[in-house]
C-alpha cells in the first residue's frame, strides 16, 4: 500500500525554495521550518465508453475498408471541398493549351493499414449540391451524388503509384505514394475560362465552391486496407509548341495546381466501425480500452476532488502546490495487422470535452491535456497539472465532482516548427482533432497509475 511521505527540509534547502509563491494564496514561505508534503496514494477507476461519432475537421483523410480480429471491421470514404488558386496563369497560357486534369491524393509511405498489394479501385463523382454543416463521421453522401456524377476511376495499391509517370515539382521522391485519379478535360476548360473571366472570384471559397461544389470519393471493390491521405487537390497539365534556341520546333508540358483540399473549406470522412466481438467481451469484464477513429474512449474518475480535500485538510497556514503528475500505464492489444496503441491521447473534463473540438480548443493545461505514448516506458505522462488543482481550491463540491469526471480520447496533434535565430526548431501544438490518422487500440491500465502531488507548508510551531 502505498503511504504518504513527509520530508522535513534542512535549513540549506529551504532556504533554496523560500521564494516559492502559491498563486492562489499569494504568500512566500520564508523561514527555515518546512516541509514537503509528497502523496501518491491516490487511485483511478474508469470504464471504457462508445465513441459512436466524431468531428473529423482534419485534412487527414481515410480511404479503404479493412476486418481485423482484435480489432473490427472499419469502413471509410470521404468528401471534400476545394480551396482554389487565386493565380492562374492566363497570359502564358490559352485554354487550348490544357491537356489533362487529374485528382491527386498523396499518402506517406507507409501510411496505410492492411495488405499492401490489395489491388483497390476508387471512384470519384462530383458534388450535385454544396455541403452543409454540422457534418460528422455519420455523414451521409446520399443525395449529394448520384451515378451520373461519376467523374473518375483507378485502380491502386499501396507500393506504387496509380500513375507511374505522374511527376509534380512539389512531390518529394521517395517519400509519397499518389492515387492519381484523371478527370474530365471540361472540370479543367471550364475552371479557366471561369478564372479568366473574373479571377476576383476564386478570392472567395464560397463563390468557386459554386462552380464546383466538390468531391465524393469511395472504394469500388477491393478490401483489406485503409490508407491515409495527406493532401488532395487537382493538377491540370498542359502542352505548348515552342522551339529550341537552334529554332527546331518541341512541345513543352507543364502543370499547375488549381484547387486544393484546405482547413477553410469542408473536409470530412465517413466512417463506420463495427467493434470486434473479442474487444467488446474484453469492455464487458472491466477492462478499459481506447479506439480509433470510432470504438471506444475511457470515463475515468480522477481524484482531483480528494487531492484537493487533502491539501485543504492541512492546517498549516501557508502552503505551495509544486506539482501534480499522473502517469499512465498502457499495453498494445495483439492483431492480425499490427494496429498500435494511439500516439496522442487527450484529458479532458466530460462535461466540456464536445465543445473541446468543436471550438477548435488547444489543451490549456487547466480543464484539458494531452500525453504523447513513450514506446520505452510504456507510459502516458501527464506531467504539468499543478494549475489544475491551484484553479479548484475554492470549488464547491459540485465543481469538484465534474472536475473528477474525465474522459480519455485518441488524438491526433498538429505541430509547427518556430525557428530561433541559431536555427533550433522549437515545436507549438496547432491543432487538435479525434484521431483519424488511421485505426488505433490499446489498453489502459488504471490499476497501475501514479498520480504525484507534492505540496511545501511551512510548519505552526
Same mark, same amino acid.
Given at each position: /500500500?502505498?503511504?504518504?511521505?513527509?520530508?522535513?527540509?534542512?535549513?540549506?534547502?529551504?532556504?533554496?525554495?523560500?521564494?516559492?509563491?502559491?498563486? +492562489?494564496?499569494?504568500?512566500?514561505?520564508?523561514?527555515?521550518?518546512?516541509?514537503?508534503?509528497?502523496?501518491?496514494?491516490?487511485?483511478?477507476?474508469?470504464?471504457?465508453? =462508445?465513441?459512436?461519432?466524431?468531428?473529423?475537421?482534419? &485534412?487527414?483523410?481515410?480511404?479503404?475498408?479493412?476486418?481485423?480480429?482484435?480489432?473490427? %471491421?472499419?469502413?471509410?470514404?470521404?468528401?471534400?471541398?476545394?480551396?482554389?488558386?487565386?493565380?492562374?496563369?492566363?497570359?502564358?497560357?490559352? *485554354?487550348? /493549351?490544357?491537356?489533362?486534369?487529374?485528382?491527386?491524393?498523396?499518402?506517406?509511405?507507409?501510411?496505410?493499414?492492411?495488405?499492401?498489394?490489395?489491388? &483497390? =479501385?476508387?471512384?470519384?463523382?462530383?458534388?450535385?449540391?454544396?455541403?452543409?454543416?454540422?457534418?460528422?463521421?455519420?455523414?451521409? !453522401?446520399?443525395?449529394?451524388?448520384?451515378?451520373?456524377?461519376?467523374?473518375?476511376?483507378?485502380?491502386?495499391?499501396?507500393?506504387?503509384?496509380?500513375?507511374?509517370?505522374? +511527376?509534380?515539382?512539389?512531390?518529394?521522391?521517395?517519400?509519397?505514394?499518389?492515387?492519381?485519379?484523371?478527370?474530365?478535360?471540361?472540370?479543367?476548360?471550364?475552371? #479557366?475560362?471561369?478564372? $479568366?473571366?473574373?479571377?476576383?472570384? #476564386?478570392?472567395?471559397?464560397?463563390?468557386?465552391?459554386?462552380?464546383?461544389?466538390?468531391?465524393? *470519393?469511395?472504394?469500388?471493390?477491393?478490401?483489406?486496407?485503409?490508407?491515409?491521405?495527406?493532401?488532395?487537390?487537382?493538377?491540370?497539365?498542359?502542352?505548348?509548341?515552342?522551339?529550341?534556341?537552334?529554332?527546331?520546333?518541341?512541345? *513543352? =508540358?507543364?502543370?499547375?495546381?488549381?484547387?486544393?483540399?484546405? !482547413?477553410? *473549406?469542408?473536409?470530412?470522412?465517413?466512417?463506420?466501425? $463495427?467493434?470486434?466481438?473479442?474487444?467488446?467481451?474484453?469492455?464487458?469484464?472491466?477492462?478499459?480500452?481506447?479506439?480509433? !477513429?470510432?470504438?471506444?474512449?475511457?470515463?475515468?474518475?480522477?481524484?482531483?476532488?480528494?487531492?484537493? =480535500?487533502?491539501?485543504?485538510?492541512?492546517?498549516?497556514?501557508?502552503?505551495? @502546490?509544486?506539482?501534480?503528475?499522473? +502517469?499512465?500505464?498502457?499495453?498494445?492489444?495483439?492483431?492480425?495487422?499490427?494496429?498500435?496503441?494511439?500516439?496522442?491521447?487527450?484529458?479532458?473534463?466530460?462535461? %466540456?470535452?464536445? $465543445?473541446?473540438?468543436?471550438?477548435? $480548443?488547444?489543451?490549456?493545461?487547466?480543464?484539458?491535456?494531452?500525453?504523447?505514448?513513450?514506446?520505452?516506458?510504456?507510459?502516458?505522462?501527464?506531467?504539468? /497539472?499543478?494549475? #489544475?488543482?491551484?484553479?479548484?481550491?475554492?470549488?464547491?463540491?459540485? %465543481?469538484?465532482?465534474?472536475?473528477?469526471?474525465?474522459? @480519455?480520447? !485518441?488524438?491526433?496533434?498538429?505541430?509547427?516548427?518556430?525557428?530561433?535565430?541559431?536555427?533550433?526548431?522549437?515545436?507549438?501544438?496547432?491543432?487538435?482533432?479525434?484521431?483519424?490518422?488511421?485505426? &488505433?487500440?490499446?489498453?489502459?491500465?488504471?490499476?497501475?497509475?501514479?498520480?504525484? #502531488?507534492?505540496?511545501?507548508?511551512?510548519?505552526?510551531?
Amino acid at each position: /500500500m502505498k503511504k504518504a511521505v513527509y520530508l522535513l527540509l534542512s535549513i540549506i534547502i529551504a532556504g533554496g525554495i523560500s521564494s516559492c509563491v502559491d498563486d +492562489t494564496i499569494g504568500t512566500s514561505l520564508s523561514n527555515n521550518d518546512l516541509h514537503i508534503v509528497s502523496d501518491s496514494t491516490f487511485t483511478v477507476s474508469g470504464v471504457s465508453e =462508445r465513441n459512436e461519432v466524431i468531428l473529423t475537421r482534419t &485534412m487527414t483523410q481515410l480511404l479503404g475498408a479493412i476486418n481485423v480480429k482484435n480489432f473490427g %471491421e472499419l469502413k471509410s470514404d470521404f468528401v471534400c471541398q476545394f480551396l482554389p488558386s487565386t493565380s492562374i496563369d492566363t497570359t502564358n497560357l490559352t *485554354v487550348d /493549351m490544357i491537356e489533362s486534369i487529374n485528382l491527386i491524393m498523396r499518402s506517406p509511405i507507409g501510411a496505410y493499414t492492411g495488405d499492401s498489394i490489395m489491388p &483497390m =479501385r476508387v471512384n470519384v463523382y462530383q458534388l450535385e449540391k454544396q455541403l452543409s454543416t454540422p457534418i460528422n463521421s455519420n455523414f451521409s !453522401p446520399e443525395g449529394y451524388y448520384s451515378d451520373n456524377s461519376l467523374i473518375g476511376s483507378t485502380a491502386y495499391t499501396a507500393t506504387f503509384s496509380s500513375s507511374p509517370s505522374f +511527376t509534380h515539382s512539389t512531390m518529394e521522391k521517395g517519400t509519397y505514394r499518389n492515387i492519381v485519379t484523371p478527370l474530365p478535360k471540361e472540370l479543367a476548360v471550364k475552371i #479557366f475560362n471561369e478564372y $479568366k473571366k473574373d479571377p476576383n472570384s #476564386f478570392t472567395s471559397p464560397n463563390k468557386f465552391n459554386e462552380l464546383f461544389p466538390g468531391i465524393y *470519393v469511395a472504394n469500388s471493390y477491393g478490401s483489406g486496407r485503409i490508407t491515409k491521405i495527406d493532401k488532395t487537390f487537382l493538377l491540370v497539365n498542359y502542352k505548348r509548341h515552342s522551339k529550341t534556341e537552334a529554332g527546331n520546333d518541341t512541345i *513543352v =508540358r507543364d502543370s499547375s495546381s488549381y484547387a486544393t483540399a484546405a !482547413p477553410e *473549406v469542408i473536409t470530412n470522412n465517413n466512417i463506420t466501425m $463495427k467493434v470486434d466481438e473479442n474487444i467488446v467481451n474484453k469492455v464487458n469484464q472491466g477492462e478499459v480500452i481506447i479506439q480509433a !477513429p470510432l470504438g471506444y474512449n475511457a470515463r475515468i474518475k480522477f481524484p482531483i476532488d480528494e487531492i484537493v =480535500r487533502k491539501y485543504n485538510s492541512d492546517k498549516d497556514q501557508l502552503k505551495v @502546490i509544486n506539482a501534480l503528475s499522473f +502517469t499512465l500505464p498502457a499495453e498494445v492489444i495483439k492483431n492480425d495487422y499490427d494496429i498500435y496503441i494511439p500516439q496522442y491521447i487527450l484529458l479532458v473534463k466530460t462535461s %466540456e470535452k464536445d $465543445k473541446f473540438f468543436a471550438n477548435n $480548443k488547444i489543451p490549456d493545461n487547466i480543464t484539458s491535456f494531452y500525453a504523447e505514448f513513450n514506446v520505452t516506458t510504456k507510459t502516458y505522462e501527464f506531467s504539468d /497539472m499543478r494549475q #489544475f488543482v491551484l484553479n479548484l481550491i475554492d470549488a464547491t463540491d459540485d %465543481e469538484l465532482a465534474d472536475a473528477a469526471d474525465m474522459t @480519455i480520447i !485518441p488524438i491526433d496533434v498538429t505541430k509547427e516548427a518556430n525557428y530561433d535565430y541559431l536555427g533550433q526548431a522549437n515545436y507549438i501544438t496547432t491543432g487538435i482533432t479525434p484521431a483519424v490518422s488511421g485505426p &488505433m487500440i490499446g489498453k489502459l491500465k488504471l490499476d497501475d497509475v501514479k498520480i504525484k #502531488f507534492t505540496y511545501s507548508k511551512k510548519t505552526n510551531n
